[in-house]
Structure formats: C-alpha cells, structure tokens
C-alpha cells in the first residue's frame, strides 16, 4: 500500500473511491496546511520544471496558482492585496521580461 503523507486535491478521496480502494486520511489545521501548501508547491515547481510542452506547462501551472490561493486564503490575504505587492516589486525591481540571466558579479 502507497504512502503518501501529502496535501491533495479536494475531490481525490472520491477518486479513490470510485476506484474501490480505502484510504485513511485526515483534515489539516491552518497551521498544519500553509506548511503543506509551501511544501505541495515546491512538488509543483518541479513538476512545471520538467514539462515539455506548451499544454503540460499549462496544467502545473494552474496547480501552481491553485495553491497560490489556498496559500492566501490561510493568511487572509486576497489575491488583489498579492498583485499589488507584485506591482510593487515590479516596479522597485523590475520584472522578469528582459529574460536577463546574470552570470557573475566582480568587485571593481
């Protein structure tokens, strides 16, 4: 029997189900799911990494945001209050649209 021991989507108890197997499963506290939420988007983060194609890219990055939202929803913060910290930095910083990668710094 596979161990899992990691956040999943909503409807995958009925999955499994349907499918006629068991499951033993619990409901997280807030604490609990922010730090399962931080650790179930690194898995994502990977998974995006090691996509081929346009539509792949697409669907782990909708888990990506799907978690994005959880992650908000458990801080109480909205996803408006989110971009406008991302507008902010933007501005400060700058976005990522030059596609600049920096190779090295020296000392002068």
């Given at each position: 029997?596979?161990?899992?021991?990691?956040?999943?989507?909503?409807?995958?108890?009925?999955?499994?189900?349907?499918?006629?197997?068991?499951?033993?499963?619990?409901?997280?506290?807030?604490?609990?799911?922010?730090?399962?939420?931080?650790?179930?988007?690194?898995?994502e983060a990977k998974e995006f990494q090691a996509t081929?194609?346009?539509?792949?890219?697409?669907?782990?990055?909708?888990?990506?945001?799907?978690?994005?939202?959880?992650?908000?929803?458990?801080?109480?913060?909205?996803?408006?209050?989110?971009?406008?910290?991302?507008?902010?930095?933007?501005?400060?910083?700058?976005?990522?649209?030059?596609?600049?990668?920096?190779?090295?710094?020296?000392?002068?």
């Open positions: 029997m596979p161990v899992y021991n990691k956040l999943v989507r909503d409807r995958i108890l009925e999955i499994i189900e349907s499918d006629g197997l068991v499951y033993n499963a619990r409901i997280l506290e807030s604490t609990e799911l922010l730090k399962e939420v931080k650790a179930k988007m690194i898995e081929e194609t346009v539509n792949e890219s697409v669907e782990e990055l909708a888990d990506v945001l799907e978690l994005i939202h959880t992650a908000l929803s458990t801080l109480g913060v909205t996803y408006e209050e989110l971009d406008e910290v991302r507008l902010q930095k933007k501005v400060r910083r700058g976005g990522f649209e030059k596609a600049i990668y920096l190779v090295d710094v020296k000392d002068k």
